[in-house]
């Protein structure tokens, strides 16, 4: 990428406590937050990095109130008029739009892509070519989602299912969206793979903010009123923010507009993953191949794991010596106030756990 796309303006959703991947992520300090792929950059950091070549500095970053000064200090290019910070969560579409409402009011032609803070993305590249068709297609009215490969029959994911090719100049893969689908259980996600038809819905978004304004005020006028007013008086914040609806913009604009023919799809060449939870956080991260670890990934310091004849992944961020025997792909994550030991196949189980540590009164280590 060799100029930001004219026009163009990114918004990062930072927000989420990463509940699958406690003990690491906490609601004090989320996963975007941290290095999870041992490159020195955080994942808000990393989004940032992908993001800037495509944006420059038109980035707009919301997260909740008590980590608006973590994101200021690991992202010093940002304009601190562009760090909106939410005084409680209230799912994608309320960040979203206010986010939106303020960049409309900048620019009112402005084409928005919203991406989340705490995914990994490969092959940096394609990812750019993508979100290039997709602004493409974005400024002839249409609400443009990213659809990824699906690598698997995967029950944790929304679906999209493509419809007919779309000619639009400089977007040779756009398709319709002839639907959204929720999260499949095991057997409808294997038909769905096997028809070739589907994609994952990573929550990608691309559209014209005035656009998604419309869109909203559809189907909830009062958010999108809500919304503007926020971004042109920041000072009723505190007042307006509570009253809007909670909810997803997949459900709030995706689906409906998907159902009205207002929804395209640019299908995914890169590499994408959400790191849901520590069975992906693994699979993300090589084995050691040699050394005291040998045949364990590890996200930290390797030279305080020590395996033998095991598998699996070790982050080690207490100082503490790790040691492994004969254990075949578990986890073990090692922090200061807290250990985790779980199989990769249990992973999606942390949650519960989660809820059971409050539950004995553990509260603060959430």
Known sequence: MNAPLDGFWAIVPAGGAGTRLWPLSRRRRPKFLHDLTGTGRTLLQATWDRLSPLAGERVVVVTGAAHAAAVAEQLPGLESGLLLAEPSPRDSMPAIAWAAAVVAARDPEAVIGSFAADHVITAVEAFHAAVAEAVAVARTGRLVTLGITPTSASSAFGYIREGMP????????????????????????????????????????VVQARVLLELLRQGHPGLAAGAERVAADPGALDEVWPTLTKIAIDHAVAEPAAAAGQVAVVPATFGWDDIGDVDSLAGLLPAQADGSAAGVAVLGDAG??????????VVAESGRVVTLVGCADLVVVDTPDAVLVVPRSRAQDVKGLVDQLTAAGHDALR
């Open 166 to 205: 779309l000619a639009v100049a400089g977007a040779p893969s756009a398709r319709a969206v002839a639907e959204f689908v929720e999260k499949p259980d095991p057997q409808t996600a294997a038909r769905y793979l096997q028809t070739g038809e589907y994609r994952w819905n990573a929550g990608m978004f």
């Open 304 to 313: 305080r794991v020590v395996a033998l004849d095991s598998t699996g992944l």
